[in-house]
């Protein structure tokens, strides 16, 4: 009978951390608690920051005083309004945004091998803004009320994933080329459609409005259901990505090595464009079309942790969140008492950013 | 052990393997030989279920393939394949602690005995120094000795390998079938490889099927199968064989024009298939 015992021991000296692991378990721990830290000091400034200043000490005792029930005393009424009813939802759903779109966005560069991936290449966000411009150029709301901008978008974003998903599987396999050129393809589609529909409606006003939208913004945060529900998916797809990790690995080498490895490649394929799809869809209807966080972040995540996923995952959830939370402030600040879109903000530091990057990432080339 | 009978595939209309029986023990290597596009890989792939084929079947110790999850497959087989991580570099210690994916639930992070495994198959092909090191930096042969590591890391008591010479000095070339080889006699593991070099199966394998257009045209010892008599026809080149040692090795050269037929330049030659 064939035994599996062929590996000789190893010697006493290097047995202890053979692979050299625990020393980069320890830095990258490290990294992660520092870029935890940082997010957490982000998130009180986005709150104590706006046009109205509160002091961040003043931040931590009117949080501390909501979530322990025994208000903060000695503080004036405004001061709690502003930051526990305005300014802590918008920074709560800028985390939530920031890290969904990063993890996404990481996941789908495995899953299509593809540097250049990011969490719109589905085609999602041109459906959503499909979605959109019906409800907000000709008042389509599907029974949902208040929600309707939110709720078409949302259902915009799934038939479009669920498009290129039909359409991308042939012969009851998926690959990456494939679903890249027909993530593309959808995505050029459902653009015309929002155009056409833009044209349509003959409507200067309602034309500016979906602009608006398309360019991303965190305004419309508020306590609810819709918050409530993006926290806990986007918590969901980060917890369940890192747990992937190992099988991120696998399909970012190919195709034939995750099967070698008893991964079937388009079962998992299918699993994680559920779950990407379902997170973005939510992200995407609670704050329109945010550029450039998922294609850059988890390239700066990698640089710091390096490309496994087990660590490249919630380091982009944490640098996301913590890149969107500052942009947002920015947004807010710069041109004040207007607003400038997220997403404008986004692509201008997101950009050199990103040149920065590729010039490090082959210096050689 | 890994028995096929009856294995067909096909591209579309075009087939690529008619009716193809194969049986590879324990404790042997078996050399898949054939020129370019006679559907070695191929028959490769439809053995741990990549390819499923057409028709016929591949049973593992008896167990129909199609019976058993990836995963089982993964636990029984592994697989030495060339695919390189490309764009999104992993360290040597990740590529080969890949290898214990089979072994852990999806929801498991790799433990200390997983690193103990992975560290142990790295030395075992002489590339644990380069544990820390990006798997995209390593030459030609680093890199598949750590595939090899990988496949190591599995414990599987199956191993197909494609071409694992490829691109390899000569030196590297008997290094890696020598491991190869040695895990076959000692571990008694099923060793099923696809080679080019007539040579290197001549001296590493037990047995060899010799295959041209997706049949197979002779099987058995590399003695008997890898004969002028058997590889002129099909490769469409003159064969010499020289005793050497205990063993022998293969010279090849170009048909000779017959004297009536027109000389044909290189440019008109008939090119072999490729692949």
Redesign the interface.
């Known amino acids: 009978?064939?035994?599996?015992?062929?590996?000789?021991?190893?010697s006493a000296r290097?047995?202890n951390?053979?692979?050299?692991?625990r020393r980069?378990r320890r830095r990258n721990a490290a990294v992660l608690t520092a870029l935890t830290a940082v997010l957490a000091v982000s998130a009180v400034l986005g709150v104590a920051i706006g046009p109205v200043w509160v002091a961040p000490a003043d931040v931590v005792r009117i949080l501390v005083g909501h979530l322990t029930g025994s208000p903060a005393e000695g503080l004036d009424l405004s001061a709690d309004a502003i930051v526990w009813d305005v300014r802590l939802p918008r920074v709560l759903l800028g985390i939530g945004v920031g890290a969904g779109l990063a993890v996404c966005g990481a996941a789908l560069?495995?899953m299509v091998?593809?540097?250049l991936a990011d969490p719109y290449l589905l085609g999602i966000n041109s459906g959503a803004s499909s979605g959109a411009a019906a409800t907000i150029l000709f008042g389509v709301t599907l029974g949902l009320g208040e929600h309707a901008l939110a709720g078409s978008a949302f259902l915009g974003a799934l038939a479009a994933s669920l498009l290129v998903f039909v359409v991308a599987r042939t012969a009851g396999r998926i690959t990456s080329v494939r679903l890249l050129l027909t993530g593309v393809a959808v995505g050029y589609a459902l653009s015309a459609v929002t155009s056409f529909l833009v044209f349509a409606s003959g409507s200067a006003e309602g034309a500016r409005s979906v602009m608006f939208w398309l360019l991303g913004s965190l305004a419309l945060a508020q306590w609810g259901g819709p918050l409530a529900a993006l926290l806990v998916v986007v918590l969901a797809t980060v917890l369940v990505l890192t747990?992937?990790?190992?099988?991120l690995?696998?399909l970012?080498?190919?195709d034939?090595?995750a099967?070698?490895?008893?991964?079937?490649p388009t079962r998992f394929r299918t699993q994680l464009l559920v779950v990407v799809s379902l997170c973005v869809g939510v992200i995407v209807a609670a704050s329109g079309c945010i550029g450039f966080v998922g294609l850059v972040v988890p390239h700066l995540a990698?640089r710091l942790v390096?490309?496994?996923h087990?660590w490249a995952v919630p380091a982009s959830a944490l640098l996301g969140a913590t890149f969107l939370l500052w942009a947002d402030l920015l947004a807010r600040m710069l041109m004040q008492p207007r607003e400038l879109p997220i997403g404008i903000i986004a692509a201008l530091v997101g950009a050199p950013f990103l040149l920065l990057l590729i010039r490090r990432l082959h210096p050689s080339s | 052990m890994i028995r096929a009978s009856g294995i067909t595939f096909s591209y579309g209309t075009r087939s690529i393997l008619s009716g193809i029986d194969l049986a590879a023990p324990h404790g042997q290597v078996l050399g898949l030989v054939g020129p370019n596009g006679s559907g070695k890989t191929t028959l490769l792939r439809t053995l741990h279920h990549a390819l499923v084929p057409r028709t016929g079947s591949v049973l593992i110790d008896g167990d129909d393939l199609r019976r058993l999850s990836a995963r089982e497959i993964a636990r029984r087989i592994s697989v030495v394949v060339q695919e390189s991580p490309g764009d999104l570099p992993l360290l040597v210690s990740d590529m080969v602690l890949l290898g214990r994916t089979p072994h852990r639930s999806s929801f498991a992070r790799a433990g200390a005995e997983d690193d103990q495994i992975a560290a142990r198959a790295l030395a075992r092909v002489g590339a644990l120094h380069l544990a820390a090191t990006p798997f995209d930096g390593l030459s030609g042969g680093e890199r598949q000795r750590v595939l090899i590591a990988r496949a190591l890391a599995q414990e599987s008591t199956h191993l197909l390998l494609d071409e694992p010479t490829n691109h390899l000095d000569v030196r590297y070339q008997h290094e890696v079938l020598d491991l190869v080889r040695d895990l076959a006699v000692n571990a008694h593991h099923t060793v099923v490889v696809v080679l080019h070099d007539l040579n290197l199966a001549a001296s590493y394998c037990d047995q060899v099927l010799l295959l041209h257009d997706g049949q197979v045209v002779a099987r058995g010892a590399p003695d008997d199968v890898l004969t002028p008599e058997h590889l002129e026809p099909v490769y469409e080149v003159e064969v010499r064989r020289v005793a050497l040692d205990d063993g022998f090795q293969l010279a090849f050269r170009p048909r000779r024009a017959r004297a009536d037929a027109p000389r044909s330049t290189p440019h008109t030659a008939p090119r072999p298939r490729s692949a």
Do not use: C, K
Not at chain 1, 1 to 10: D, E, F, N
Not at chain 1, 17 to 21: E, Q, T
Not at chain 1, 259 to 264: F, N
């Open positions: 009978m064939p035994s599996t015992v062929v590996l000789a021991p190893l290097s047995s951390d053979p692979l050299g692991r980069r560069q495995a091998r593809n540097l747990f992937w990790a190992r099988r690995d696998a970012a080498i190919g034939e090595t099967h070698v490895l008893g991964i079937g990698r390096g490309s496994a087990a």
